[in-house]
């Protein structure tokens, strides 16, 4: 009967998981098989398969790994971009994590070495978004400087790449990616007006939202 439950837990998830990865195509966060989102399960992690277009994908194409990145459910081979998922489960307590190549998030990422304080939602990352520096897909090196990049925060920039967010759920993650593209977009539309620079929010100002944000929402 457990078992039973534990299967039926990883088909809801990988459900979930395929909608979001599909949603992240539609809303135009990335374009063919780039980008990649994965969901933890206990010490499980689901992701989607390298190379296969999301619309293509079935309950039978489920693809897991465990934390040491052996691959333990389906054929499929898990994204390249599984170090970078693993390191933030090993890391945090994440139970999604989303991987875009976002345009205005890509194209900020090529521009500063963190995005500028240009909107308070920033503080529901939880602090200026930093840019993680350049290094080469799919390794250990981008993986390490993508971590440093998050102290503190559940999303950042790659350098010339994109953007990784992750959260408590496969909704948060990638309500978190579709929020840091919008700062960025903002920033870039902000800075293009000839002859004006943005006006910026303080430190201050940023922390005083983020003890606000902690009341946000319903309560139950």
Known sequence: MAEQRRDAELERIWAELVATARRTVADGLVVGTSGNVSARVGDLVLATPS?????RLTPDDITGVDLAGRQVLGTLVPTSELPMHLAVYRSTDARAVVHTHAVHATAV????????????MAAALGGPVRVAPYATYGTDELAEYMLRALAGRSGCLLQNHGTITYGASLDQAY???????????L????SSAPGLTPSLLTEAQLAEVGERLKGYGQRR
């Not at 920033?187 to 902000?190: F, Y």
């Open 175 to 185: 309500d978190r990616t579709a929020q840091l593209e919008w700062m960025c977009r």
């Open 109 to 120: 990422s090529m521009l500063v070495p963190e995005l500028p304080l240009v909107h308070y």
């Open 51 to 55: 190379g296969v277009p999301y619309d």
């Open 187 to 190: 920033w870039l539309t902000a």
